[in-house]
């Protein structure tokens, strides 16, 4: 499967004016090669090089393969949409191939500039490290917070797929941010304190950004971003840690995943005031796509399961009343009088059904097809 590594560059203060005057040169030629073939009414890479390549060469002062790229960066934008006229910021991503772009062991890398080749340091992690060996074809230059970083596109190999008799229902919220069938679950506590801190600060930022003073404004404005920029990293590292934890148990155990499907969720229900900064507070489209994407490295099936009743419906004997929830903790069936924490009754709910899924569909594979 494809992934992606982050390697970040370390230019001096004269490269990073050549990469920055590349990137705006090179952009700005994305979007005149795209005016073109839009104003002409053709959106392929040959129809539009055969139209604007020499301007490009001239006019931009880009190399062939800069020039090529260009182009392509305007033909990948029309494959998606060819209603629009695609615009590209200056300092937006700038694609360099084989030919414009080589590693110079594991610690420089040649890139070509409008004043031509430069070496430039880079660093990484050990992640990166460990698959650096699988680097291969083009990247994006990326300029992204007053830094410079390559994204690299590599293939890794995939596990043989696990065959599973079973699953592990997922319960997904704000108190617990996971809740698996087996009671092992993820506090929310530490994550509401960080998102809590978080809001107040850009609150309290909100107040200087009205303030006459230019400078406080500006001042203001940068903190912001700086915040949010930070709880981004935060949400992003705590939900690969949950989801390799959650992929690597799933495979340890021989079973498989079985998540909420809580596509549109925000859409679909109602949340009081103070609930809806809590929900807007995480990332459960992020952590459901890093779950996905390791279970399928790890050979892990990822199995999407519908919601409803979930938290309502008893484990033990399947009652499902609304008075069965006492609490947003609490589970007690009202029947038959079983009681458990209310997300791991979700969990193990969800399971139930990822597995009841998987036996149907076994027994329709195993039928004998009927002429």
């Known amino acids: 499967m494809k992934l992606t590594l982050q390697l970040q560059l370390l230019p001096s203060d004269e490269q990073k004016r050549m990469l920055l005057d590349t990137m705006r040169q090179f952009n700005a030629a994305a979007t005149f090669a795209a005016r073109v073939g839009f104003d002409a009414g053709v959106f392929s890479q040959p129809s539009i ?220 229900l109602r949340f009081r005031k103070q609930q809806r900064a809590k929900m807007g507070g995480w990332s459960f489209a992020e952590l459901r796509g890093f779950i996905e994407y390791k279970g399928k490295l790890y050979g892990v099936p990822v199995v999407s399961i519908d919601p409803r009743n979930t938290s309502r419906a008893c484990s033990e004997c399947g009652h499902c009343e609304k008075a069965n929830r006492k609490s947003q903790s609490d589970f007690k069936c009202l029947q038959c009088g079983f009681a458990c924490n209310a997300d791991t009754n979700a969990a193990i709910n969800i399971a139930a059904r990822a597995t009841s899924k998987l036996a149907i569909e076994v027994s329709q594979r195993r039928s004998p097809k009927v002429a």
């Open 49 to 268: 090089h055969a139209r604007c390549y020499h301007t490009l060469r001239d006019k931009f002062r880009l190399s062939s393969q800069m020039a090529v790229r260009a182009i392509g960066k305007a033909v990948d934008c029309f494959q998606r949409d060819k209603k629009k006229c695609p615009v590209f910021k200056e300092h937006g991503a700038m694609i360099y191939d084989e030919r414009l772009m080589g590693f110079k062991g594991p610690s420089l890398v040649s890139l070509l500039t409008l004043e031509g080749r430069q070496l430039i340091p880079m660093i990484y992690g050990e992640y990166q490290k460990a698959r650096f060996d699988r680097l291969k074809g083009q990247c994006d230059l990326v300029y992204r917070n007053g830094k410079f970083f390559l994204l690299c596109s590599i293939d890794m190999p995939e596990d043989a797929p696990i065959k599973p008799k079973a699953f592990i229902g997922v319960d997904m919220g704000v108190a617990r941010i996971v809740t698996t069938s087996d009671g092992q679950h993820v506090s929310g506590e530490h994550i509401e304190a960080v998102r809590v801190k978080h809001f107040n600060t850009r609150r309290s930022l909100g107040r200087k950004m009205g303030s006459k003073k230019r400078r406080t404004r500006k001042n203001a404005r940068r903190a912001m971003k700086r915040i949010g920029n930070r709880e981004a990293r935060f949400r992003r590292h705590h939900n690969h840690v949950i989801a390799k934890t959650l992929v690597l148990f799933a495979k340890d155990t021989g079973r498989g995943i079985a998540l909420e499907n809580l596509t549109n969720i925000r859409a679909r």
